[in-house]
């Protein structure tokens, strides 16, 4: 919880699937109350690192610290219980269970301090208000970009040091992308620390303060988010292209 280091430090992290290895020699880090994001092309390993970050990739070396805890060899449901939590590609809610459900199974480590988790959901649906509206209808009646903010909220339930999150903005009308990015902000105001996967540039740039790009699996480059919101950011494009 201490500590004036960075809140995440991945050090020469390789992993992948089966004997293959995606990512390779990865080193990158978020300060605390820093937002930092992770752009690449598909397939480049961004969902990769998230995961690796979450003990969710078996292959692994290299080693991952979170606020000042390694916690490269702990099993995700310890990881989960207050240092890592992540928003999913294609957000993985429980689609038959209503919203405020899918929200307290962020918290399940917490479910013995009940004031805890009614404070955790009191902040959530001051962050979504129209989450609150609709806790008790079920996730699959949701919109997309109402069940991004579950996947978002369920995400703050854990009350984790660093915030992942894997393409927030994929498949968003434009108004849900604005509602997206204004709640990342609205958490780095909270005093969050966040590792945003982005196929957006633009979101990137208005969210976070610094930026890497990842390419077949190693960072090949890494700037200020003002660089990038200059409009300097070609360097970008032609990674992405
Ligand atoms: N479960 C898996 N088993 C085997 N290979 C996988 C698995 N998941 C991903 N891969 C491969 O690992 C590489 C990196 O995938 P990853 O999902 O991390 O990329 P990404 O940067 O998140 O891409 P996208 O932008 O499309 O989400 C890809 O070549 C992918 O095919
Ligand atoms: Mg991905």
Redesign the pocket.
Known sequence: MSGTGPVLQIESLSC???R?D??HEVNLHVGRGEAVALL????????????AVMGLVRNRRGSIVVGGTDISDLPTHRIASGHAAIAP?GRRLFTDLSVEDNLILGALHLRRDRPRVQALLASVYALFPVLKAYRRRRSAFLSGGEQQMVAIGRMLMSDPEILLL??PSIALSPVAVEIVARALMALRERGASLLL?E?RVDVAAQVCDRLYV?RH?EIVEEMSAEHARRGEHSMIDTYLG
């Open positions: 992948g699937y089966g293959f995606v990512v690449g092309p598909n397939g480049a390993g961004k969902t990769t690192v998230l995961r590609e894997d393409e996967v196929q990842l699996g």
